[in-house]
């Protein structure tokens, strides 16, 4: 993989193009690499039911894990519009989980030829919920 991850911004562009998404007709691909090297799509699906519906990085995420893959380098994100589109809040959390020090590339349609902004998860999600201490809930103190 070139070090710029051009190529992975390329695979999510394409993958972006078999988004089903009829009702907010807003296209969205991610390509995640793997350190075993493999790369793993994802495009966001959606649903009558509009909250059914899966984003693209959520959705590669789950295809590497279903896979047996959970150890990432980075991902790459494209959507529709010139400008970079960042992920929502909860694919953050979601990418958090498996590589706060993954690289994350956001692009707009032109791909690598327009401009492409580069974090990592953990520069996106601040103060980030990790973990949590078994039976510190509120029934806890009741
Ligand atoms: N979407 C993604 O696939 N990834 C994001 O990070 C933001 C939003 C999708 C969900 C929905 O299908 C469409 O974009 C509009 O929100």
Redesign the pocket.
């Known amino acids: 993989m070139n070090s710029d991850y051009s190529d992975l911004v390329g695979m999510a562009c394409r993958a972006r193009l078999n988004s089903y ?1 009829p009702y ?1 007709r ?1 296209r ?1 691909g991610a390509a995640l690499l793997g350190r075993s090297g493999k790369v793993y799509l994802g495009t ?1 699906v ?1 649903n009558a039911s509009f909250g059914l ?1 899966i ?3 959520r959705a590669a995420v789950f295809q590497a894990v279903a896979a047996g893959e959970r150890d990432f380098a980075a991902i790459a994100v494209c959507a529709d519009g010139k400008v970079p ?1 960042p ?2 809040g909860a ?1 953050r959390q979601v990418l958090l989980e498996f590589g706060p020090d993954m690289a994350l590339l956001m692009a707009g349609e032109d791909g690598a030829a327009g401009p492409v902004k580069r974090y990592t998860v953990a520069d996106l999600v601040p103060e980030a919920f990790r973990s949590f201490e078994p039976g510190s809930g509120p029934e806890a103190t009741a």
């Open positions: 998404s907010s807003f969205v966001n959606e519906s984003c693209a990085e589109t992920p929502c694919c």
